[in-house]
């Protein structure tokens, strides 16, 4: 789940980058960049995954 959000804010921030959109001092591409990886970071170590560990049988 946290790569789609990840992949949608790469999106989001490279749109902005290519028509140099000024929405706000807080939400710039680099901004969205750090957010980003976050996301991918969080999906890389298994936060937001479905699998259950506690719930799984040997």
Same mark, same amino acid.
């Given at each position: 789940m946290f790569a !789609? !959000? *990840? *992949?949608v804010i790469f999106g989001l921030a490279l749109i902005l980058d290519w028509t140099e959109a000024e929405v706000s001092d807080a939400l #710039?591409?680099? #901004?969205l +960049? !750090? *957010?980003g990886l +976050?996301?991918?970071a969080l999906h890389l170590a298994g936060i937001g995954t479905? #699998?259950?560990?506690?719930?799984r049988k040997r």
């Open positions: !789609i !959000i *990840a *992949a #710039t591409p680099q #901004t +960049l !750090i *957010a +976050l996301c991918i479905s #699998t259950s560990w506690r719930g």
